[in-house]
C-alpha cells in the first residue's frame, strides 16, 4: 500500500481524502458471504446461519469473529475455499488509487507514475509481469 502514502507525501491527498477513500474502499468490498453464495459454496440459508451464530457469539463475548472463521467452525466452508473466497473479495475490489479516481480527487493521469500493477492472483510469487 506504498500508494496512498506517496500520494499524502507528493501533498496530492490529504489524510482525511485517503480515509474516506479507504471507507469507500471497504464499502465496495462484497461480503464473503455473498461471494460464498455466488460460487455455489453456501446456500442463503447457510449464510444467515452463520450471521446470527456471529450476533450471538458477539452478544456473549464482545468480540466478532470473521464470517469466515464462524462458517469453517460451522462446517459451511472449509479453509482452502474460504482462502479462494478472499482472493476473489480481494480481486474484485477497486484499489484505494482507482476509488480516489473515481472520487474525483485525483485525475487518473496522475497516477500513472507512482502506480503499479496489482501482482497477477495466478502469481504465486507475488511480483507482477
Avoid at 38 to 51: K, S
Avoid at 67 to 79: E, H, K, S
Avoid at 88 to 98: A, I, K, N, W
Amino acid at each position: 500500500m506504498y500508494i496512498p502514502f506517496e500520494l499524502i507525501d507528493r501533498g496530492m491527498v490529504s489524510s482525511d481524502q485517503l480515509v474516506q477513500a479507504l471507507r469507500h474502499q471497504v464499502a465496495l468490498r462484497k461480503p464473503v458471504g455473498q461471494l460464498a453464495v455466488d460460487n455455489q459454496m453456501m446456500r442463503m440459508g447457510e449464510v444467515f446461519d452463520v450471521l446470527a451464530q456471529q450476533r450471538d457469539l458477539a452478544q456473549s463475548s464482545d468480540t466478532r469473529l470473521p464470517f469466515g472463521r464462524v462458517a469453517i467452525q460451522m462446517g459451511y466452508l472449509n479453509r482452502a475455499q474460504l482462502g479462494e473466497l478472499m482472493l476473489q473479495q480481494l480481486d474484485q475490489t477497486p484499489g484505494v488509487d482507482e476509488v480516489l479516481v473515481d472520487e474525483g480527487v485525483l485525475d487518473a493521469e496522475v497516477l500513472v507514475g507512482p502506480r503499479r500493477a496489482r501482482p497477477d492472483s495466478n502469481d504465486v510469487s507475488g511480483q507482477s509481469a
